[in-house]
Structure formats: structure tokens, C-alpha cells
């Protein structure tokens, strides 16, 4: 898959998970404005490709029985992190190696609106927040996890 189309697709799925986009036009109007590039056939085939369904709340992710849960992130934070260190907007956590992925993935699922994205080596991890507040809020929530 190509950047721009990788790009588009998780912008969809992030419009469509935080708000109620009735139709593929109002989608359009909304990537657009989000300064992406679009068609309304490209739209349709993403839709399509993404498995999105038109639900009364709006398009939806097609349920998908399959996906395994991600562990707790509560109970994944208390067994893996060993350090917390702050800079500026980012927040690095030290695991044991080999537990950076998990911890990681749980951090992901968690769906916290401060964090924007991580990025897990095998023992490290990278937390990305939009400000220093939000990594302090962020770092407060794994601090109480950890008590």
C-alpha cells in the first residue's frame, strides 16, 4: 500500500471513530478539509477496502469476532515498566527486553486522546504527546498504575 493511501485510510478511521460521518460526502468534505486530496471513487473504494458499514451512529469498523483483546493495560504496565523518563512532549519508558512491543500495543488500544502516537523497540518506548500537559497527565496515569 502506498503512503498517501495509508495516510488517507487512518485518517478515515480516526474521522469515523471520533465523530458521525453519515455519507461518503460528508467523509469527502471532512478529508478535504483535513488538507488531504480526494475523490469520491477513491473514498468508495477505501470504504470498501476498510470494511466500514453505515450504521444509525454513522460509518463503523465491521465488527470482527476474530481480533484478539489486547492484555490490560493496568496489569501490562505493572509487570513491564521498570523506568519513566520525561523530555519536553515525550515520555520514555524502560521495560524489560523483549516487553516494549506489548507494553506498547496496550498503550495503543488504550485509545488515550494525549497520546499521538508510540513507537516500541524491545526494551524502550517512545510515548508522543502534543504538549508537555498532555505527557504529564500521560505520565500521571502510568505512575498511579504502577502504585
Not at 471520533?18 to 478529508?31: F, G, H, M, V
Not at 488500544?109 to 505527557?135: H, P, Y
Request: with cysteine; aromatic share 2%.
Amino acid at each position: 500500500m502506498n503512503k498517501q493511501k495509508t495516510l488517507r485510510q487512518g485518517q478515515i478511521l480516526k474521522l469515523v471513530s471520533r465523530e458521525p460521518i453519515e455519507n461518503q460526502d460528508a467523509l469527502c468534505r471532512r478529508l478535504r478539509a483535513g488538507g488531504l486530496r480526494v475523490t469520491q471513487a477513491t473514498v468508495s473504494r477505501d470504504v470498501h477496502e476498510l470494511r466500514l458499514v453505515k450504521t444509525d451512529r454513522g460509518y463503523q469498523p465491521l465488527a470482527v469476532e476474530a481480533v484478539p483483546a489486547a492484555p490490560a493495560l493496568p496489569r501490562i504496565a505493572r509487570e513491564s515498566i521498570r523506568d519513566l523518563r520525561p523530555a519536553q512532549n515525550l515520555l520514555v519508558l524502560k521495560t524489560p527486553p523483549g516487553g516494549a512491543q506489548s507494553l506498547g500495543a496496550a498503550l495503543d488500544a488504550a485509545g488515550w486522546a494525549e497520546i499521538v502516537g508510540t513507537v516500541a523497540g524491545d526494551d524502550t518506548i517512545l510515548v508522543i504527546s502534543g504538549s508537555e500537559r498532555q505527557r504529564l497527565a500521560i505520565q500521571k496515569r502510568l505512575q498511579d498504575m504502577l502504585q
